[in-house]
Protein backbone atom coordinates (compact mmCIF):
# COMPACT_ATOMS: atom_id res chain seq x y z
CA UNK A 1 0.00 0.00 0.00
CA UNK A 2 1.19 3.35 -0.83
CA UNK A 3 2.15 5.43 2.46
CA UNK A 4 -0.27 8.14 2.97
CA UNK A 5 -1.68 8.89 6.21
CA UNK A 6 -4.37 12.11 6.92
CA UNK A 7 -4.70 13.41 9.78
CA UNK A 8 -7.53 14.24 11.51
CA UNK A 9 -9.20 11.17 10.54
CA UNK A 10 -12.24 12.91 12.13
CA UNK A 11 -13.34 16.40 13.06
CA UNK A 12 -16.31 18.10 14.70
CA UNK A 13 -15.95 21.92 14.12
CA UNK A 14 -18.30 24.72 14.55
CA UNK A 15 -19.25 27.43 11.30
CA UNK A 16 -16.52 29.64 11.11
CA UNK A 17 -14.19 28.32 12.55
CA UNK A 18 -10.69 27.63 10.41
CA UNK A 19 -10.11 23.95 9.67
CA UNK A 20 -6.39 22.50 8.73
CA UNK A 21 -6.48 18.76 7.00
CA UNK A 22 -2.94 17.31 6.76
CA UNK A 23 -2.08 14.75 3.75
CA UNK A 24 1.44 13.47 4.68
CA UNK A 25 3.04 11.04 2.16
CA UNK A 26 6.33 8.67 2.26
CA UNK A 27 6.34 7.78 -1.53
CA UNK A 28 8.26 11.16 -3.11
CA UNK A 29 5.45 11.53 -5.36
CA UNK A 30 5.68 14.37 -7.59
CA UNK A 31 1.73 14.87 -7.15
CA UNK A 32 -0.78 15.02 -4.78
CA UNK A 33 -4.72 16.06 -4.75
CA UNK A 34 -7.19 16.89 -2.49
CA UNK A 35 -10.69 15.54 -3.29
CA UNK A 36 -13.77 15.57 -1.27
CA UNK A 37 -17.00 12.74 -1.57
CA UNK A 38 -20.43 13.52 -0.93
CA UNK A 39 -23.76 11.71 -1.61
CA UNK A 40 -24.88 11.76 -5.04
CA UNK A 41 -21.53 13.30 -6.48
CA UNK A 42 -19.24 10.89 -6.47
CA UNK A 43 -15.49 12.70 -5.86
CA UNK A 44 -14.85 15.66 -6.78
CA UNK A 45 -11.37 17.88 -6.92
CA UNK A 46 -10.63 20.66 -4.61
CA UNK A 47 -7.22 21.72 -5.69
CA UNK A 48 -3.96 19.95 -6.69
CA UNK A 49 -0.20 19.93 -6.56
CA UNK A 50 2.89 19.07 -8.93
CA UNK A 51 5.11 20.18 -6.90
CA UNK A 52 6.44 21.72 -3.97
CA UNK A 53 4.39 25.08 -3.68
CA UNK A 54 3.10 24.37 -7.29
CA UNK A 55 -0.54 24.52 -6.75
CA UNK A 56 -3.77 24.90 -9.04
CA UNK A 57 -7.70 24.90 -8.19
CA UNK A 58 -9.51 21.83 -9.01
CA UNK A 59 -13.89 21.65 -9.72
CA UNK A 60 -14.81 22.71 -5.94
CA UNK A 61 -12.25 24.98 -4.87
CA UNK A 62 -14.44 27.56 -3.32
CA UNK A 63 -14.15 28.26 0.17
CA UNK A 64 -10.42 26.22 0.38
CA UNK A 65 -7.24 26.68 0.41
CA UNK A 66 -3.90 24.83 -0.02
CA UNK A 67 0.08 25.30 0.77
CA UNK A 68 2.67 22.31 -0.48
CA UNK A 69 6.01 23.50 1.55
CA UNK A 70 7.63 19.71 1.64
CA UNK A 71 7.33 17.37 -1.13
CA UNK A 72 5.21 14.89 1.73
CA UNK A 73 3.50 17.09 2.68
CA UNK A 74 0.21 18.83 1.28
CA UNK A 75 -2.11 20.97 3.59
CA UNK A 76 -5.65 21.85 3.39
CA UNK A 77 -7.35 25.11 4.56
CA UNK A 78 -11.08 25.65 5.39
CA UNK A 79 -10.98 29.45 6.08
CA UNK A 80 -13.97 29.39 7.58
CA UNK A 81 -15.71 26.45 7.52
CA UNK A 82 -19.46 26.50 6.60
CA UNK A 83 -22.18 23.25 6.91
CA UNK A 84 -21.80 22.48 3.36
CA UNK A 85 -18.08 22.02 3.80
CA UNK A 86 -19.57 18.67 6.21
CA UNK A 87 -18.62 16.17 3.88
CA UNK A 88 -15.11 12.88 3.59
CA UNK A 89 -11.84 14.59 2.20
CA UNK A 90 -9.45 12.56 0.65
CA UNK A 91 -5.79 12.99 -0.11
CA UNK A 92 -4.27 11.01 -3.14
CA UNK A 93 -1.18 10.94 -4.57
CA UNK A 94 0.44 10.03 -7.88
CA UNK A 95 4.22 9.99 -9.49
CA UNK A 96 5.74 9.61 -13.10
CA UNK A 97 3.59 11.62 -15.24
CA UNK A 98 0.06 13.27 -14.86
CA UNK A 99 -1.33 10.08 -16.30
CA UNK A 100 -0.62 7.37 -13.57
CA UNK A 101 -3.03 5.89 -11.47
CA UNK A 102 -3.98 7.89 -7.85
CA UNK A 103 -3.73 6.39 -4.69
CA UNK A 104 -5.51 7.57 -2.10
CA UNK A 105 -5.28 7.31 1.99
CA UNK A 106 -8.04 6.88 3.96
CA UNK A 107 -10.17 9.79 4.17
CA UNK A 108 -11.25 12.45 7.04
CA UNK A 109 -14.81 12.86 8.24
CA UNK A 110 -15.51 16.71 8.46
CA UNK A 111 -18.18 17.93 9.93
CA UNK A 112 -19.50 21.81 10.64
CA UNK A 113 -22.30 21.87 12.51
CA UNK B 1 -17.03 18.27 -22.50
CA UNK B 2 -15.24 15.51 -21.08
CA UNK B 3 -17.68 12.80 -19.07
CA UNK B 4 -17.97 9.90 -17.59
CA UNK B 5 -21.33 7.92 -16.76
CA UNK B 6 -21.73 4.59 -14.68
CA UNK B 7 -24.80 3.42 -16.49
CA UNK B 8 -26.16 1.31 -13.00
CA UNK B 9 -26.54 3.06 -9.73
CA UNK B 10 -26.80 0.05 -8.34
CA UNK B 11 -26.53 -3.77 -8.97
CA UNK B 12 -27.67 -6.69 -6.66
CA UNK B 13 -26.88 -10.27 -7.36
CA UNK B 14 -26.48 -13.15 -5.77
CA UNK B 15 -23.31 -14.73 -4.52
CA UNK B 16 -21.13 -17.04 -7.76
CA UNK B 17 -23.26 -15.01 -10.31
CA UNK B 18 -21.25 -13.11 -12.47
CA UNK B 19 -21.71 -9.46 -13.28
CA UNK B 20 -21.12 -6.33 -15.45
CA UNK B 21 -20.56 -2.60 -14.78
CA UNK B 22 -21.00 -0.33 -17.26
CA UNK B 23 -18.56 2.55 -17.75
CA UNK B 24 -19.33 4.84 -20.72
CA UNK B 25 -17.18 7.81 -21.42
CA UNK B 26 -17.04 11.41 -23.76
CA UNK B 27 -13.63 12.92 -24.53
CA UNK B 28 -12.29 14.57 -27.68
CA UNK B 29 -8.80 13.71 -26.90
CA UNK B 30 -7.24 10.85 -28.77
CA UNK B 31 -4.48 9.78 -25.61
CA UNK B 32 -6.42 9.62 -22.25
CA UNK B 33 -6.32 6.79 -19.34
CA UNK B 34 -9.41 4.90 -17.88
CA UNK B 35 -9.33 3.69 -14.25
CA UNK B 36 -11.29 1.63 -11.94
CA UNK B 37 -11.95 2.06 -8.30
CA UNK B 38 -12.87 -0.37 -5.60
CA UNK B 39 -14.21 1.92 -2.47
CA UNK B 40 -15.87 -1.29 -0.22
CA UNK B 41 -17.97 -0.18 2.95
CA UNK B 42 -14.95 0.43 5.05
CA UNK B 43 -14.28 3.19 3.21
CA UNK B 44 -11.26 3.53 1.33
CA UNK B 45 -10.63 3.90 -2.11
CA UNK B 46 -8.52 1.13 -3.77
CA UNK B 47 -6.89 1.20 -7.43
CA UNK B 48 -8.01 -1.45 -10.08
CA UNK B 49 -6.61 -0.76 -13.03
CA UNK B 50 -5.49 1.69 -15.45
CA UNK B 51 -6.00 1.25 -19.25
CA UNK B 52 -4.63 3.53 -21.89
CA UNK B 53 -6.23 4.70 -25.36
CA UNK B 54 -3.89 2.20 -27.20
CA UNK B 55 -4.43 -0.38 -25.82
CA UNK B 56 -7.85 -2.39 -26.86
CA UNK B 57 -7.12 -5.50 -25.46
CA UNK B 58 -8.89 -6.88 -22.41
CA UNK B 59 -7.50 -7.54 -19.45
CA UNK B 60 -8.02 -10.28 -17.16
CA UNK B 61 -7.01 -10.12 -12.83
CA UNK B 62 -8.16 -13.55 -11.52
CA UNK B 63 -11.85 -13.16 -11.63
CA UNK B 64 -11.83 -9.59 -12.76
CA UNK B 65 -11.98 -8.70 -16.22
CA UNK B 66 -12.22 -5.50 -18.01
CA UNK B 67 -13.55 -4.54 -21.66
CA UNK B 68 -12.43 -1.83 -23.36
CA UNK B 69 -13.96 -0.74 -26.48
CA UNK B 70 -13.18 2.64 -28.05
CA UNK B 71 -15.83 2.28 -30.93
CA UNK B 72 -18.58 2.44 -28.15
CA UNK B 73 -16.43 4.81 -25.81
CA UNK B 74 -16.89 1.93 -23.17
CA UNK B 75 -14.91 0.17 -20.68
CA UNK B 76 -16.51 -2.12 -18.31
CA UNK B 77 -15.71 -4.30 -15.77
CA UNK B 78 -16.97 -8.21 -15.45
CA UNK B 79 -16.38 -9.69 -11.65
CA UNK B 80 -16.76 -13.92 -12.61
CA UNK B 81 -18.59 -15.73 -9.95
CA UNK B 82 -19.18 -12.84 -7.52
CA UNK B 83 -18.30 -13.28 -3.50
CA UNK B 84 -20.01 -11.22 -0.89
CA UNK B 85 -16.25 -9.59 -0.45
CA UNK B 86 -16.90 -7.65 -4.03
CA UNK B 87 -19.56 -5.70 -2.43
CA UNK B 88 -18.53 -2.79 -2.64
CA UNK B 89 -19.29 0.97 -4.64
CA UNK B 90 -16.98 1.06 -7.80
CA UNK B 91 -15.63 4.04 -9.64
CA UNK B 92 -14.96 4.12 -13.17
CA UNK B 93 -12.87 7.49 -13.88
CA UNK B 94 -11.19 9.36 -17.05
CA UNK B 95 -8.18 10.76 -17.22
CA UNK B 96 -6.38 13.57 -19.58
CA UNK B 97 -3.82 15.85 -20.31
CA UNK B 98 -4.44 18.22 -17.06
CA UNK B 99 -3.90 15.85 -14.24
CA UNK B 100 -7.38 15.94 -13.26
CA UNK B 101 -9.68 12.49 -13.00
CA UNK B 102 -13.19 12.91 -14.23
CA UNK B 103 -15.20 10.39 -11.90
CA UNK B 104 -18.56 8.83 -12.71
CA UNK B 105 -20.83 8.47 -10.17
CA UNK B 106 -20.39 4.82 -8.86
CA UNK B 107 -21.99 1.68 -9.19
CA UNK B 108 -22.72 0.04 -5.77
CA UNK B 109 -22.65 -3.63 -6.60
CA UNK B 110 -24.63 -5.55 -3.49
CA UNK B 111 -23.53 -9.18 -3.31
CA UNK B 112 -26.09 -11.50 -1.22
CA UNK B 113 -25.20 -14.32 0.33
Known amino acids: DAGITQSPRHKVTETGTPVTLRCHQT?????MYWYRQDPGHGLRLIHYSYGVKDTDKGEVSDGYSVSRSKTEDFLLTLESATSSQTSVYFCAISGGDSYNEQFFGPGTRLTVL | AQKVTQVQTEISVVEKEDVTLDCVYETRDTTYYLFWYKQPPSGELVFLIR????DEQNEISGRYSWNFQKSTSSFNFTITASQVVDSAVYFC??????????WGAGTKLIIKP
Open chain 2, 93 to 102: ALNQSNYQLI
Open chain 2, 51 to 54: RNSF
Open chain 1, 27 to 31: ENHRY
